[in-house]
């Protein structure tokens, strides 16, 4: 299924397709996508009102790869490959994720909204999160489906990047979305794939620890959540790619 754009309907419908493509993500991290000492829930956004799924590890010191999911140490399968430099300070007047459980939050899967990107303000307390959160040893998945805005000429991955190291990431011409999971390893690592409407989203890397990650098939969440969404505005959205 191709990727939509999502410009064509107003916030609110992408708003609900959201919260479904949340709960298909975890939905399909807990169908043994993760090991068994590894489980994911929805979690409140710090940023905004769009859920965060969070991946939460149980109380053992290493997570447990020979056990329920299929966790690989092999180097993850992306276009771009980059290194962001030192490991980040963490930032003033940032907002921490908390939980009301000891359970200790390794990774978190963020869906990009429009809100996110709607001013300058809400685009810094993303961009602020993430830093903070990898500061803190917390890995990364973003998915970014929107166009870009005059915030992110170059999508979502480059403003972090600047941030980060002073550097811009130039995505290839046209493909301006982005799949990107930050490694929180020292040095950081970022593995991105630049995506265009129209295009695929390929499966990306869910880091459990340094260098242990599943494989998530982003496509397939994408699908499902998709199909909830109601007739009347599927048509809107298929007529306008047409």
């Known amino acids: 299924m191709p990727i939509h754009d999502w410009t064509r309907v107003a916030d609110g419908i992408f708003h609900d397709f959201h919260q479904e493509w949340c709960t298909q993500i975890k939905h399909r991290l807990n169908a043994g996508l993760l090991p068994s000492d590894h489980y994911a829930l929805l979690d409140q956004g710090a940023v905004g009102v769009e859920p965060d799924v969070v991946t939460l ?24 490959v980059a290194e962001l430099g030192k490991y980040p300070p963490r930032r003033k007047n940032t907002v921490a994720v908390k939980h009301t459980s000891d359970d200790r939050v390794v990774a978190m899967i963020e869906v990009v909204s429009q809100g996110n990107k709607a001013s300058d303000r809400a685009l810094t307390a993303l961009v602020d999160k993430v830093i903070d959160l990898m500061a803190k040893g917390v890995h990364l998945l973003i998915l970014d489906v929107h166009q870009p805005t005059s ?92």
């Open 57 to 80: 590890q149980d109380r053992s010191d290493e997570p447990d790869a020979g056990a329920g999911g299929v966790a690989t140490l092999a180097t993850p399968k992306t276009r771009f």
């Open 151 to 242: 915030r992110d000429p170059r999508g979502i991955h480059s403003v972090i990047s600047e941030a980060l190291t002073g550097d811009e990431f130039t995505p290839p011409e046209g493909e301006l979305l982005t799949a990107v999971a930050y490694e929180a390893s020292r040095p950081p690592r970022a593995y991105i794939e630049p995506l265009r409407v129209g295009g695929t989203l390929p499966d990306m890397p869910v880091f459990l620890r340094p260098g242990l990650h599943v494989s998530l098939p982003v496509e397939g969440t994408y699908m499902a959540a998709y199909q909830d969404v109601p007739p009347r505005w599927r048509r809107v959205i298929e007529t306008a790619a047409d």
